[in-house]
């Protein structure tokens, strides 16, 4: 699809992030159709030369932008941020309270001199005792309970993923797309701050209404009781392994009958999804020695035809080879600044029947500096924002 095909075509978006949660915003709001316009340091983004499992943070997030070099202790580039967000719709920033405030730029100062602008600050925390504090992935994994819960107590495990950097950056998006809508009529400006470690909260929020109502604190997902009899990991002929999970009557009569496991089916000690629960110790065994007469590739296609739900059990190189993953419009082109190509998921959704994101180019550190500084100079801010 082309930008002019795109909801958010004619949007001006001026980041000033970096890492991950705001980079997300402005990549999910660069494939949406906004013209996003990232301001770098002279050192460029301190993401750029990460190693490691952050080699590919500034590629992925920062994909579809154009980069502005700007040296925010010199007068003259304080001049040209301040002439670009006349001609913004969005400004995007992820540093700590206070640091943009030294270099007259916080929002109390934007706020006077830029009425028009949404601004959405992304940071560690909301408003509050820890507003202070800094905050990463993994911190606010710890303090919500979300570690403890994807291991256990005595031994946390944060998510494999920047999870929340990246769901936080959506939550961004989000409130900032209502922003624009709302902006439709009053024509004034939004202050928005999207907090990392709320975003953490809301995803363990499950668990936490779980004990407000009940009393009883949850248990880990290692630590887990079981809601279904079948929800399990086994093993099979070839030695792979397949997760199974058999949810339904229907689905548990049907597997009992497909996996020659009839005579669970028909014993009347097991006739409830609540029998079967706590007869979980004696059906197990037998589900998984059934498993290991199946070669992966059979039980595979056995389970699609029950509509069972099932998976192998991947590592993300995996998916290069998924048949789902591989379908048009399921993995994307994006070109590095050396010219060089990834394959990239597209956004989770389609645009009228089509995958968003095709083709955005990662800017090199500062390629559209020259070109931005003329535009400014010559450019009229667009109706809604200031004249």
């Not at 001006?12 to 159709?33: D, K, S």
């Not at 290692?222 to 997760?243: C, K």
């Not at 998976?311 to 070109?335: C, K, M, Q, Y």
């Not at 083709?359 to 020259?370: F, I, K, Q, R, S």
Request: net charge negative.
């Amino acid at each position: 699809m082309t930008d002019a095909g795109l909801p958010l075509a004619g949007v001006r978006v001026v980041e000033m992030t970096h890492m991950v949660m705001g980079p997300t915003c402005g990549m999910i709001l660069a494939q949406l159709g906004a013209e996003v316009i990232k301001v770098e340091p002279p050192a460029g983004d301190k993401t750029r030369t990460l190693g490691g499992m952050g080699h590919a943070f500034f590629p992925l997030f920062n994909r579809g932008k154009r980069s502005v070099v700007l040296d925010l202790t010199v007068d003259d580039d304080r001049d040209t941020l301040h002439r670009l967000l006349a001609t913004a719709d969005v400004f995007l920033e992820n540093f700590r309270d206070g640091l943009l405030e030294r270099q007259g730029i916080g929002l109390a100062a934007l706020r006077q001199r830029h009425p028009h602008l949404i601004i959405a600050g992304h940071k560690g925390f909301l408003s509050g005792p820890y507003e202070h504090r800094p905050a990463l992935d993994e911190v606010v994994q710890m303090m919500t309970g979300l570690a403890a819960m994807t291991g256990t107590r005595e031994k946390p495990l944060r998510v494999g993923s920047s999870a929340n950097d990246i769901m936080g950056g959506m939550f961004g998006a989000i409130a900032i797309l209502a922003a624009l809508y709302q902006r439709r009529d009053s024509r004034a400006g939004t202050d928005i701050r999207v907090g990392l470690f709320e975003n953490c909260l809301f995803l363990v929020a499950q668990h936490m209404v779980q004990y407000e109502m009940t009393g009883e604190k949850p248990l880990s997902m290692p630590e887990r009781e079981h809601a279904w009899p079948v929800y399990d990991i086994f093993d099979t002929a070839d030695g792979e392994r397949l997760f199974i999970g058999v949810v339904t009557e229907g689905h548990w009569q049907s597997f009992c009958r497909a996996f020659h496991l009839q005579d669970l089916a028909d014993d009347p000690t097991l006739a409830t999804t609540t029998d079967r629960i706590l007869a979980r110790g004696r059906i197990l065994p037998r589900v998984a020695a059934e498993l290991k007469r199946w070669t992966t590739a059979d039980a595979m296609a056995t389970l699609d035809r029950l509509n069972i739900c099932f998976s192998p059990i991947n590592r993300p190189e995996d998916l290069f080879s998924d048949p789902h993953v591989l379908r048009p419009g399921g993995l994307v082109n994006a070109t590095l600044p050396d010219g060089a190509a990834v394959r990239v998921p597209a956004l989770p959704l389609e645009w009228n029947g089509h995958s968003i994101g095709e083709g955005l180019h990662v800017p090199a550190l500062g390629a559209d500096t020259a070109a931005i500084r003329a535009e400014i100079a010559s450019t009229t801010p667009a109706p809604g924002r200031p004249a």
